[in-house]
T-cell receptor, first 115, second 114 residues
């Protein structure tokens, strides 16, 4: 069975600074996808960024980028130029290829961006 | 563009009561899912469906039932509510084709069983 671990229950960062959220996962699969989801106080789950395991290049989406280390089973999220609107819970998620799209989530990291 | 719509947004149930959480999507997605989110935890899969008439259990299906009579609707049924079912419930959908496609989530239903 796959597991996803987020070791930082809470983090804070000053506005305009950079923060990195950690995620590790355990799997024996070779073909899979990794995601970061954002959950603001509104509860809406919003996809931030995704990574295909077969791609060595790290995914980037504007201020968001990942450091994907397949051998180490590590998938961290870097947020640059943090904004107040980035305050939210962040969930790392794993999806095995061919699993009907079922997502396995970590417990989340609560990020607070301070003015 | 409504996306994934869940009703109700909040509900309080008494132990032993039953209710149906409604979920509908207007994107013609084949895949639909029900997750629950307990305090301080990530989402866990309850049931999923790969198309009308086809459903399957996820990680935590006990105490729940689902049906998928149409592409659009995927209701979740609680027959005998228990305090352990106090949680936030999310419905999600995903299009067929390409396993890296984005899952679209509803805004959740906060259920309290007392």
């Amino acid at each position: 069975a796959q597991t996803v671990t987020q070791s930082q229950p809470e983090m804070s960062v000053q506005e305009a600074e950079t923060v990195t959220l950690s995620c590790t996962y355990d799997t024996s699969e070779n073909n899979y996808y990794l995601f970061w989801y954002k959950q603001p106080p509104s509860r809406q789950m919003i996809l931030v960024i995704r990574q295909e395991a077969y791609k060595q290049q790290n995914a980037t989406e504007n201020r968001f980028s990942v450091n994907f280390q397949k051998a180490a089973k590590s998938f961290s999220l870097k947020i640059s130029d943090s904004q107040l609107g980035d305050t939210a819970m962040y969930f790392c998620a794993f999806m095995k290829r061919g699993s009907q799209g079922n997502l396995i989530f970590g417990k989340g990291t609560k990020l607070s961006v301070k003015p | 563009n409504a996306g994934v719509t869940q009703t109700p947004k909040f509900r309080i149930l008494k132990i032993g009561q039953s209710m149906t959480l409604q979920c509908t999507q207007d994107m013609n997605h084949n895949y639909m899912y029900w997750y629950r989110q307990d305090p301080g935890m990530g989402l866990k899969l309850i049931y999923y469906s790969v198309g009308a008439g086809i459903t399957d259990k996820g990680e935590v299906p006990n105490g729940y039932n689902v049906s998928r009579s149409t592409t659009e609707d995927f209701p979740l049924r609680l027959e005998l509510a228990a305090p352990s079912q106090t949680s936030v419930y999310f419905c999600a959908s995903r299009p067929l084709g390409g396993m890296n496609t984005e899952a679209f989530f509803g805004q959740g239903t906060r259920l309290t069983v007392v």
